[in-house]
């Protein structure tokens, strides 16, 4: 069975520091993987997917992810995150529909 | 814009009422889905579609069915609702076949059972 996890529930991040999110995926052959957003009161909206080829991929609003098929992980990252970055982040793996994992809590402080 | 709409936005509803959400997107989508969102357990998949009067079970139908008529609508029916199933219910859209393509959400619809 595949499953998608995101060990961290939440984090706190300062304004302008990076911000790196961990996902890991249980999958039996080569992933559709993506991530989504959502913000306080807002539907989801995908930042970026992977399918094949070049690891890293750069998506919308400045964020970009690695996929790292020898760790079955793909983080999401941003080197410097502003405060409309707060929301909840979720990782997903296609397979019908989409699997999600149970998400992240970012908060940025100022 | 791919535009996904869902029927209300809150709903509240007593122990053994029959419930139906409703969903409805305006890009002529092949594919649609129903999520349940709760917190600590993300996303999870209930049904999806890939084409009218189609449907398969995703991870957790029981309690639910579906109907889908037309192209661009997809119901979702609680047969007899449950305490349990207050949630947030969220549909999907996507284009054509395939686990690559984007899937495109709603806002949701916040369903309290009573």
């Known amino acids: 069975a595949q499953s998608v996890t995101q060990p961290d529930i939440h984090i706190t991040v300062s304004e302008g520091a990076s911000l790196e999110l961990r996902c890991n995926y249980s999958?039996?052959?080569?992933?559709?993987l993506f991530w989504y957003v959502q913000s306080p009161g807002q539907g989801l909206q995908l930042l970026l997917k992977?399918?094949?080829?070049?690891?890293l991929v750069q998506g919308i609003k400045g964020f970009e992810a690695e996929f790292k098929r020898s760790q079955s992980s793909f983080n999401l990252r941003k080197p410097s995150v502003h405060w409309s970055d707060a929301a909840e982040y979720f990782c997903a793996v296609a397979r019908g529909g989409l699997s999600f994992g149970a998400g992240t809590t970012v908060t940025v402080r100022a | 814009d791919v535009k996904v709409t869902q029927s209300s936005r809150y709903l509240v509803k007593r122990t053994g009422e029959k419930v139906f959400l409703e969903c409805v997107q305006d890009m002529d989508h092949e594919n649609m889905f129903w999520y349940r969102q709760d917190p600590g357990l993300g996303l999870r998949l209930i049904y999806f579609?890939?084409?009218?009067?189609?449907?398969e079970k995703g991870d957790i139908p029981e309690g639910y069915s579906v109907s889908r008529e037309k192209k661009e609508r997809f119901s979702l029916i609680l047969e007899s609702a449950s305490t349990n199933q207050t949630s947030m219910y969220l549909c999907?859209?996507?284009?054509?076949?395939?686990?690559?393509?984007?899937?495109?959400f709603g806002p949701g619809t916040r369903l309290t059972v009573l």
């Open positions: 999958y039996g052959a080569t992933p559709y």
């Open positions: 579609s890939y084409d009218v009067k189609m449907k």
């Open positions: 992977y399918f094949s080829g070049d690891t």
């Open positions: 999907a859209s996507s284009i054509v076949a395939g686990d690559g393509n984007e899937q495109f």
